[in-house]
């Protein structure tokens, strides 16, 4: 066990639907990663913040968008969903802002019909 | 555009022997990680890799990084069958914390 959450592990849900994906990093960890799983594109890093503040940007489309609240939790907002944005979303925690250790949670699994 | 291509994408070998893994980058970085990820499960980091020349070990994994040649490697000593998984490689972008993954090598270690 990480240490780190998500909720919910499963969502089924219709394309133009919106969902909002939550992840609660490991106690003392500053900075919240999201990536995107999928078998089309591969593993994917789409945001992160540190510290409620935006720090990297990957390939994050237009129809996402996340922050993290003040108790450091983070959500993952994704909107318009289309049959391709289907895969599993992971976060990951880390104590600072820069390269080091992650601590991955176990997933979402996103099925968009 | 980065492209960051691992190679072999499979890989199947026996108990006992060694093999290495490799991670192959197409622009600047010094910062390139590994994870590993079990069948139906999350990932895990294995090494964080921040210069050229920087070389890390834990157990049977050794990785090591040259930012001159664009390439990291992943070597495997002695396998068992517990290091069956799935290997990434990811190269942070212009060093800006903006990961770039590798499609991953699935490693089946075989008795």
């Known amino acids: 066990d990480s240490g780190v959450t998500q909720t919910p592990k499963h969502l089924i849900t219709a394309t133009g639907q919106r969902v909002t994906l939550r992840c609660s990093p490991r106690?003392?960890?500053?900075?919240v990663y999201w990536y995107q799983q999928s078998l089309d594109q591969g593993l994917q890093f789409l945001i992160q913040?540190?510290?409620?503040?935006?720090?990297a940007k990957g390939n994050i489309l237009e129809r996402f968008s996340a922050q993290q609240f003040p108790d450091l939790h983070s959500e993952l907002n994704l909107s318009s969903l289309e049959l391709g944005d289907s895969a599993l979303y992971f976060c990951?925690?880390?104590?600072?802002?820069?390269?080091?250790?992650?601590?991955f949670g176990p997933g979402t699994r996103l099925l968009v019909l | 555009e980065l492209k960051v291509e691992q190679n072999p994408l499979f890989l199947s070998m026996q108990e006992g022997k060694n093999y290495t893994i490799y991670c192959n980058y197409s622009?600047?970085?010094?910062?390139l990680y590994w994870y590993r990820q079990d069948p139906g499960k999350s990932l895990e980091s294995l090494f964080v890799?921040?210069?050229?020349?920087a070389v890390k070990q834990e157990g049977r994994l050794m990785a090591s990084l040259d930012t001159k040649a664009r390439l990291s490697t992943l070597h495997i000593t002695a396998a068992v069958h517990d290091l069956s998984a799935t290997y990434f490689c990811?190269?942070?972008?212009?060093?800006?914390?903006?990961?770039?993954f590798g499609a991953g090598t699935r490693l089946t270690v075989k008795p």
């Open positions: 990951a925690s880390s104590v600072g802002a820069g390269v080091e250790t992650q601590y």
């Open positions: 106690s003392g960890d500053l900075s």
């Open positions: 913040y540190y510290n409620g503040e935006e720090r």
């Open positions: 622009t600047t970085s010094d910062r």
């Open positions: 890799l921040l210069s050229n020349g």
């Open positions: 990811a190269v942070d972008l212009y060093n800006n914390n903006d990961m770039r």
